[in-house]
């Protein structure tokens, strides 16, 4: 019997970090009045600032509201643009068997509500935000056949996630700005790759031959069965328990952290998702089979062009199971994609004018088959007061390549984001149009 609180200790646990940490800020704003910085500290820091923003750029709202940040995506390493622009379409199958790779994804971020309080620390209440990824991977190895392999792991993974989480900033006294985002989040999907590529020597009775074998066994996790909806029965659909979904909630923090080095450089490195309580969900849905030839059971090849010939026991089969439908007794612990990411502001004109900001790090996510990758880039910005924004990248991030541009229109009770990017898991061909990226949002405040 599961415990009908298994959940709620974690779940009370982080609402009272949520509930307290505004007024732990408060506190500390109040405490840095009552006792002040060391004598012109403070004031050379905000003349600093404001010379550096400059004497006419805009200031920051005080209260905002952030609506529909959403940014849809899609890549892949095959087929570009531009080769629907050619008088005859032509495929180049060098680049099918050199690998291929598939990239999609969503974010949509419905409601953010941020308050401001002088620059100096803030907080905010982001609602329902929802993460949606996916992936297919398939080697050069598998679709070049490539010999003296086991059990080489390909396939597909995606997951969708909705989270709640306060994001809260504040300045210590010796100039750090310091980020902090703790969220709760429920995995809604969860799949890992789960297809296994083998083709080797074999030896069956003394006589040698080769095994290709294709393998699969994945698990759909869901927060509820899918029976309901894909099995044979189609029985009574049935929502989780109040107690249940606190026990299938998980709990991450990203933090962020910047250091002014001089009126030039600025330091930083952002964490995200820094696991906590990893989420866990039960149901799921199983998809398995296999296929292989062995022809270590075939002892006369000559016999392969015979009109009688038969494969013998035990030298093919192909073999898929109907969908499986079940619980895992201790469930699926899943944890949202992490990233440490390490970053340089560069002005060179010692304001906000233009900023070249370099950035390198690397994410752990086990919806790929390889979970570590690198990460990186160089972005440059262009900043006119506060009002427009324009921000130009080249950078590796989520296991594809972005060519981006941004803008923002800021004219303070209303800001409207754009952007639009070429992309790719491969480098060369996210510059041909192997996919796009396109993002948007609207914010409103005083």
């Known amino acids: 019997m599961k415990p009908m609180f298994a959940g709620t200790k974690k779940f009370l646990l982080f609402a009272c970090f949520f509930v307290f940490q505004p007024l732990l800020l408060w506190a500390l704003d109040a405490a840095a009045a009552i006792y002040p910085s060391p004598p012109g500290y403070e004031a050379e820091y905000e003349d600093e600032e404001d010379e550096e923003r400059g004497r006419f750029s805009m200031r920051n709202r005080s209260f905002e509201l952030s609506i529909m940040q959403t940014d849809v995506h899609f ?34 971020a419905p409601l953010s509500i941020n308050f401001n309080v002088r620059d100096r620390w803030g907080f905010g209440l982001d609602i329902a935000h929802v993460q949606a990824t996916g992936n297919l991977l398939l080697p050069e190895s598998v679709l070049g056949l490539y010999y003296g392999i086991t059990d080489e792991l390909f396939g597909a993974g995606a997951a969708v996630f909705v989270d709640f989480g306060i994001p809260v900033f504040f300045h210590t006294r010796r100039g750090f700005r310091v980020n902090l985002r703790p969220a ?7 799949v890992r790759p789960g297809i296994t590529y083998s083709f080797g020597p074999s030896n069956v009775g003394g006589n040698e031959g080769q095994r290709l074998e294709f393998a699969y066994d994945m698990r759909v996790f869901s927060p509820v069965s899918m029976e309901p909806f894909l099995g044979d029965d189609n029985g009574d659909f049935e929502l989780p328990a109040p107690a249940d979904i606190a026990r299938f909630l998980g709990y991450d923090i990203s933090l962020g952290v910047e250091y002014p080095l001089n009126r030039r450089v600025t330091l930083g490195v952002d964490i995200v998702n820094i696991p906590f309580f990893a989420a866990r969900l039960e149901h799921y849905t199983r998809v398995r089979g296999h296929a ?22 035990g030298a093919s089969d192909f073999y898929t ?77 989520d296991r594809r390549w972005r060519n981006s541009i941004d803008f923002a229109f800021n004219f303070r009770l209303i800001e409207l984001g754009i952007g639009v990017s070429s992309q790719s898991p491969n480098f060369v061909q996210s510059f041909r149009g192997a996919g796009v990226g396109v993002n948007f949002g609207l914010k409103m405040g005083w």
Do not use: C, W
Request: proline share 5%; hydrophobic share 45%.
């Open 321 to 397: 199971e109907d969908l499986a439908f079940g619980t895992a007794s201790n469930g699926r612990r899943i944890r949202r994609p992490f990233k440490m990411l390490f970053f340089a502001h560069y002005r060179p004109l010692e304001t906000q004018l233009i900023t070249v900001i370099p950035s390198l790090g690397f994410s752990i996510n086990d919806l790929y088959p390889r979970i570590a990758a690198l990460e990186g880039g160089l972005s440059g910005r262009l900043d006119l007061a506060n009002m427009f924004i324009t921000t130009i990248g080249i950078n590796y991030n």
């Open 184 to 190: 709760a989040y429920v995995p809604v999907f969860h």
């Open 292 to 313: 292989f030839v062995d022809t270590s059971f075939i002892p006369d090849f000559g016999d392969l062009f015979g009109d009688d010939f038969d494969f013998p026991d």
């Open 75 to 108: 890549a892949n390493t095959f087929v570009t643009a531009a080769d629907f622009f050619q008088e005859t379409f032509v495929v180049n199958l060098d680049n099918l068997f050199g690998g291929f790779g598939l990239n999609f994804g969503a974010n949509v």
